[in-house]
């Protein structure tokens, strides 16, 4: 089954302890990408990836840090994570770039107290 | 920069209602727009898309159609049902990723 998958869903942590969530999809997506979804304020992404080791910032990328070693994984590190980091993040990921389809995860709620 | 506005919801409608919601952009070039949709619980799943002027995306019974002039792409649904409750994201790839707001659905029986 094509899928995007991400762990962990759920997690509740504490301000300054580095935390990565990871993502990964097995239909040999190039590109991918990670964001955050807040009231009121839609989805907003972070950081995207046009193919392995090519990575660029989105529209909120302070704070967050992201690798592409791999074709199928794209994970997102938190390295001193803070309240304001509290979301609902999802993977997302698509063949050639953000004008196909892109394929969602099924979001990693994130409380950072 | 590029962005999209939709309409605030949240938006209750009766079983078998027309369904809009309206969604405007502001973009250099020529985005291709889209709508996706979101189930409780789920993540986002694209619902329809255009890619140049004048197209027109439909799936499942929605409607969009790519307005250049207007700088619009309004969702439209003849006929909604229960099972269409969810949270609606107009969207446009450019030059960046941006998605509106949301629309919360409800259609009560």
């Known amino acids: 089954e094509a899928q995007v998958t991400q762990n962990p869903r759920y997690l509740i942590t504490v301000t300054g302890k580095k935390l990565t969530v990871t993502c990964s999809q097995n239909m040999n997506h190039e590109y991918m990408s990670w964001y955050r979804q807040d009231p009121g304020l839609g989805l907003r992404q972070i950081y995207y990836?046009?193919?392995?080791?090519?990575?660029d910032k989105g529209d909120v990328p302070e704070g967050y840090k992201v690798s592409r070693k791999e074709k199928r994984n794209f994970p997102l590190i938190l390295e001193s994570p803070s309240p304001n980091q509290t979301s609902l993040y999802f993977c997302a990921s698509s063949f050639g770039g953000s004008r196909n389809e892109q394929y969602f995860g099924p979001g990693t709620r994130l409380t950072v107290t | 920069g590029d962005s999209v506005t939709q309409m605030e919801g949240p938006v209750t409608l009766s079983e078998e209602a027309f369904l809009t919601i309206n969604c405007t952009y502001t973009a250099t070039g020529y985005p291709s727009l889209f709508w996706y949709v979101q189930y409780p619980g789920e993540g986002l799943q694209l619902l329809l898309k255009?890619?140049?002027?004048?197209d027109k995306g439909s799936n499942k019974g929605f409607e969009a159609t790519y307005r250049k002039e207007t700088t619009s792409f309004h969702l439209e649904k003849g006929s909604v049902q229960v099972s269409d409750s969810a949270v609606y994201f107009c969207a446009l790839a450019g030059g960046d990723m941006r998605f509106g707001a949301g629309t919360r659905l409800t259609v009560k029986p």
């Open positions: 990836s046009m193919n392995v080791e090519v990575t």
């Open positions: 255009a890619t140049k002027a004048d």
